[in-house]
C-alpha cells in the first residue's frame, strides 16, 4: 500500500512537471508571436533569462489557477449565466496579469485584452497536456466518475437495506473463449472471482438465433417468441424486421412485453445502458429502442453521452483512445493481410472508426453511466459492452486481436468493481454473455457465390458474374448511428420489398432465411416444390449447407438435408439426421422456431465442422453468430455464489431471464411487476 502511494504520488508530481513545461513552452510561443506580449526587457535578454522569465510567469498563473479560481468561482455565482460567461475571460487575464507582475525578474508585460488571449490559450494547452497525461491513469480516472456521480447519488438517495444487482453483458463472449482469456492471463478481475472463489461459472445454450436481438430481448423482457433471427422478412406487415434498426427495436419490445405480461427485468428502479432494448428500466442512456424518439423528460438519459463528455478530462481520455484504436486496427490490418492470414474479411472504409467506436467511446460512456447508477444506488442495472463481438467479427474469436479487447474489458470490470466498494448498498455483480461466435471463413470466400446467389441459380434466375458481398449488421453499428441521432435510410428495397419482386434471401451470421414475398403464407414444401422444383435439391445437396427447414403439408414441418434426406420434425428425436452434429439441443431449438409465426419459407443452417467448431458465415464475418453450430450457442453466466445455482441445461434466453428474475426476488421480495406498465395505466 505504501509502495502504491508513493507511486502515484510521483505520477501526479510528473503529471505537474510536464504541464509546467508544456505551458512554459506555450507562453514563449505566444510571446513571439504576439506583438503586445513581451517576457523581457527591451534591450534583449539570453535566451536562459527569457526561459527562466517564462517558467516563473507559466508557473504562478498555474498555481493561482489552483487556489484563486475556486474561490472566485464560489463568489461569482449568484452572476447571471450569461454574465458570468464573459466574466471568465476577463478573471482569467486578470490572473495572468497578477502572475506576471508578482514575477521576480520584473520583465513580464502585456496588454490586457492580450491577456485574455493569451490566458485562454494557456488553459487549454494546460488541461489538454494533463488529460492525456491521465489518459492511462485508471485511478484518475475514476476519481473523475465519482465526481461525475456525486450530484446523482446526492438528489436520488437510495434505500440501502437490500443489496442492489449489476448485470454486466459481455456481447460475444462464449463460455470457452472466457476460460481461455482467464488461462492466459488477460482477464485477472475474473480469474480472481473463479480462484477465491466468490463466483461460479455457468455456460448455457441459446435459441437457434443465436444473436443479441433474441437473446436480450429474451433475457431483458421474459419473451423472445417470433424472432427467428437477426434479420426477416413479415410477410403480414411486407417489412423486413431488423433487431439493431431503432423501429424495428421498438416493435419487438412491444411485443415481448405484451406477450410477457409486464414491464421488464428493470422495471424496479432500473437503469439499462448500452442495450437494444430497455428491460422497462426508468433511466436509459444508448437504449436503441428509444433512439428514435424525440428527446423528453423521460428519455432524456442522466448518464449518456452529454454528461459524460461534459468533463473535458474524459473528452481527452477517449478522444486520445479513439484515434489509437483506430491506428491500432489499421496496423493490425496490414499485417494480416500481409501475413496472408486466413480466413480474412475486408476491414477497410468505415470500419476502423466503427470499432474504435464500440472499443473505446461505447465502452467508456457505459462502464461511466454504470458506475454512476451505482454511486446513485440504483436497485438493478443491465448493461451492454459490445466491444469484443465488433472486433471477434472481423478479426476472429481467438485472435490476439479479440484477445487485447478482452484484457482492456477487464480494466473496466476492475474499475467498476472499486466503484461497487464506494457506493451506497452492496452490489451483486452478475457477469453474462448473450451468445458466443463461431470461427470460420465466409460462404462466398469458399464458394465463389453468396446465398443469395444459390437460391437464384435454385429458381433458374440468372446468378450475377461477381458475387455482391452481403453486409454485415453488427451491434455497433447501429449503436454509432443512434448516438449520432442517425438512424440510417430506411429504402423501400431495403425494408418493403414489391410483393412481385425476387425471392428475399437475407443473412444472420451463419443462419439463412429464404422467403417469397408474392405468397401471403408461409409456403409449405409442395407449394415450393411446384414453383421452383430445383430449389430445395440444390440448397440441401451443396456441401456449404447443414440442413434446411420447411412446412410440410404432410408433416407440419421437415428437416431437409443432403441425399434426398427429409426427416418429420416429430421424429427428430429417433433420427437427427443432418441435426446430429449440431449437438444437444439442437432438436428443440429447430422445432420452437419452427412455431413462430414469422418463421421464413426457407431457414438455411449453413454447414457445421464439429472437429473444428467451424461453420461458413452468409455475412462477411469470420467469427460469426446466429444460428446452430459450435461456440455461437454457448454463452456463459458468472454469478455470486451468495445467489443460488443456476439449474443444470439451462437452455434459452426465457429461461436466463427467469433466473435473473429470482435473483432480484432473493434480494428481498418481487423486484418485477406481475402487469406492464400500460395496464397499469389502463
Given amino acids: 500500500m505504501v509502495a502504491g502511494r508513493w507511486r502515484r504520488v510521483a505520477s501526479q508530481v510528473g503529471r505537474s512537471v510536464t504541464v509546467w513545461a508544456v505551458s512554459t513552452l506555450t507562453m514563449l510561443v505566444l510571446a513571439g508571436i504576439l506583438p503586445d506580449f513581451q517576457i523581457q526587457s527591451p534591450d534583449g535578454d539570453s535566451a536562459t533569462r527569457i526561459a527562466v522569465t517564462a517558467a516563473f510567469g507559466a508557473g504562478a498563473f498555474g498555481l493561482l489557477s489552483a487556489v484563486v479560481w475556486p474561490l472566485l468561482v464560489r463568489l461569482f455565482l449568484l452572476v447571471p449565466t450569461l454574465v458570468l460567461g464573459l466574466l471568465v475571460f476577463v478573471l482569467n487575464?486578470?490572473?495572468?496579469?497578477?502572475?506576471?507582475?508578482?514575477?521576480p525578474s520584473g520583465r513580464g508585460e502585456v496588454a490586457p485584452e492580450t491577456a485574455v488571449v493569451v490566458a485562454a490559450v494557456m488553459s487549454a494547452v494546460a488541461s489538454a497536456t494533463g488529460g492525456a497525461l491521465a489518459v492511462r491513469d485508471d485511478d484518475a480516472y475514476?476519481?473523475?466518475?465519482?465526481?461525475?456521480?456525486?450530484?446523482?447519488?446526492?438528489?436520488?438517495?437510495?434505500?440501502?437495506?437490500?443489496?442492489?444487482?449489476?448485470?454486466?453483458?459481455?456481447?460475444?463472449?462464449?463460455?470457452?473463449?472466457?476460460?481461455?482469456?482467464?488461462?492466459?492471463?488477460?482477464?485477472?478481475?475474473?480469474?480472481?472471482?473463479?480462484?477465491?472463489?466468490?463466483?461460479?461459472?455457468?455456460?448455457?445454450?441459446?435459441?437457434?438465433?443465436?444473436?443479441?436481438?433474441?437473446s436480450q430481448l429474451g433475457i431483458l423482457h421474459g419473451s423472445n417468441h417470433d424472432v427467428p433471427a437477426f434479420r426477416w422478412y413479415e410477410k403480414d406487415r411486407g417489412e423486413v424486421?431488423?433487431?439493431?434498426?431503432?423501429?424495428?427495436?421498438?416493435?419487438?419490445?412491444?411485443?415481448?412485453?405484451?406477450?410477457?405480461?409486464?414491464?421488464?427485468?428493470?422495471?424496479?428502479?432500473?437503469?439499462?445502458?448500452?442495450?437494444?432494448?430497455?428491460?422497462?428500466a426508468e433511466?436509459?442512456?444508448?437504449?436503441?429502442?428509444?433512439?428514435?424518439?424525440?428527446?423528453?423528460?423521460?428519455?432524456?438519459?442522466?448518464?449518456?453521452?452529454?454528461?459524460?463528455?461534459?468533463?473535458?478530462?474524459?473528452?481527452?481520455?477517449?478522444?486520445?483512445?479513439?484515434?489509437?484504436?483506430?491506428?491500432?486496427?489499421?496496423?493490425?490490418?496490414?499485417?494480416?493481410?500481409?501475413?496472408?492470414?486466413?480466413?480474412?474479411?475486408?476491414?477497410?472504409?468505415?470500419?476502423?472508426?466503427?470499432?474504435a467506436f464500440a472499443t473505446v467511446v461505447e465502452r467508456d460512456v457505459v462502464v461511466a453511466a454504470v458506475m454512476g447508477d451505482m454511486l446513485a444506488g440504483h436497485t438493478a442495472i443491465y448493461a451492454d459492452l459490445v466491444a469484443y463481438d465488433e472486433v471477434a467479427h472481423h478479426s476472429g474469436p481467438m485472435s490476439?486481436?479479440?484477445g487485447k479487447v478482452l484484457q482492456r474489458l477487464d480494466r473496466s470490470l476492475a474499475l467498476i468493481e472499486n466503484a461497487a466498494e464506494h457506493a451506497p448498498r452492496r452490489y451483486r455483480i452478475v457477469l453474462l454473455s448473450d451468445h458466443g461466435q463461431s470461427p470460420g471463413e465466409t460462404f462466398r470466400t469458399r464458394y465463389g457465390l453468396t446465398l443469395a446467389d444459390l437460391v437464384r441459380a435454385g429458381c433458374g434466375l440468372p446468378v450475377p458474374r461477381k458475387a455482391e458481398r452481403t453486409h454485415s449488421g453488427a451491434e455497433a453499428r447501429a449503436a454509432v448511428r443512434a448516438a449520432l441521432r442517425r438512424p440510417g435510410k430506411e429504402s423501400r428495397e431495403q425494408y418493403r420489398p414489391a410483393r412481385d419482386s425476387e425471392p428475399v434471401v437475407l443473412a444472420s451470421g451463419n443462419l439463412g432465411l429464404?422467403?417469397?414475398?408474392?405468397?401471403?403464407?408461409?409456403?409449405?414444401?409442395?407449394?415450393?416444390?411446384a414453383r421452383h422444383p430445383a430449389l430445395l435439391t440444390t440448397?440441401?445437396?451443396?456441401?456449404?449447407?447443414?440442413?434446411?427447414?420447411?412446412?410440410?403439408?404432410?408433416?407440419?414441418?421437415?428437416?431437409?438435408?443432403?441425399?434426398?434426406?427429409?426427416?418429420?420434425?416429430?421424429?427428430?428425436?429417433?433420427?437427427?439426421?443432418?441435426?446430429?452434429?449440431?449437438?444437444?439441443?439442437?432438436v428443440e431449438a429447430v422445432r420452437r422456431t419452427h412455431s413462430f409465426p414469422h418463421t421464413a419459407d426457407i431457414m438455411v443452417n449453413s454447414w457445421y465442422d464439429p472437429a473444428e467448431g467451424e461453420v461458413l458465415a452468409f455475412e462477411e464475418q469470420i467469427g460469426s453468430h446466429g444460428g446452430l453450430g459450435g461456440a455461437q450457442a454457448k454463452p456463459f453466466l458468472l454469478s455470486p455464489l451468495a445467489l443460488s445455482a443456476p439449474p443444470e441445461g439451462l437452455a434459452g434466453a426465457e429461461q436466463v431471464h427467469r433466473v435473473l428474475r429470482g435473483w432480484l426476488d432473493e434480494a428481498g421480495g418481487p423486484q418485477v411487476p406481475v402487469t406492464a406498465p400500460e395496464e397499469k395505466a389502463a
Fill in 283 to 355: 433511466e436509459q442512456a444508448l437504449v436503441l429502442s428509444i433512439a428514435t424518439r424525440r428527446r423528453s423528460r423521460e428519455t432524456r438519459s442522466r448518464a449518456g453521452y452529454f454528461a459524460y463528455f461534459s468533463d473535458p478530462a474524459n473528452a481527452v481520455r477517449t478522444a486520445l483512445s479513439f484515434f489509437a484504436e483506430v491506428g491500432r486496427e489499421i496496423g493490425q490490418s496490414v499485417l494480416a493481410r500481409a501475413r496472408k492470414e486466413r480466413p480474412r474479411v475486408s476491414r477497410g472504409g468505415l470500419y476502423p472508426l466503427v470499432r
Fill in 241 to 280: 424486421m431488423v433487431c439493431n434498426r431503432p423501429t424495428s427495436a421498438v416493435e419487438l419490445q412491444r411485443r415481448a412485453v405484451e406477450r410477457a405480461g409486464h414491464g421488464g427485468l428493470l422495471a424496479v428502479d432500473g437503469a439499462s445502458r448500452g442495450n437494444l432494448f430497455s428491460g422497462g
Fill in 93 to 103: 487575464g486578470s490572473l495572468l496579469l497578477l502572475a506576471l507582475r508578482i514575477n
Fill in 400 to 402: 490476439r486481436d479479440a
Fill in 539 to 586: 440448397l440441401a445437396n451443396h456441401p456449404g449447407i447443414g440442413f434446411l427447414l420447411v412446412r410440410s403439408e404432410e408433416h407440419g414441418g421437415v428437416v431437409l438435408g443432403p441425399f434426398g434426406t427429409e426427416i418429420p420434425l416429430d421424429r427428430l428425436d429417433e433420427n437427427p439426421g443432418p441435426l446430429a452434429d449440431f449437438g444437444p439441443g439442437a
Fill in 142 to 214: 475514476r476519481r473523475r466518475l465519482y465526481r461525475l456521480a456525486d450530484r446523482r447519488r446526492r438528489s436520488h438517495p437510495p434505500g440501502t437495506a437490500t443489496p442492489g444487482t449489476l448485470f454486466l453483458q459481455l456481447d460475444g463472449v462464449g463460455h470457452d473463449v472466457l476460460l481461455a482469456a482467464v488461462g492466459k492471463g488477460l482477464m485477472p478481475t475474473v480469474a480472481r472471482w473463479l480462484e477465491r472463489p466468490t463466483h461460479r461459472l455457468t455456460s448455457w445454450r441459446t435459441d437457434w438465433s443465436s444473436q443479441t436481438g433474441a
Fill in 514 to 529: 429464404v422467403s417469397f414475398p408474392e405468397v401471403p403464407h408461409r409456403m409449405t414444401k409442395e407449394e415450393i416444390d
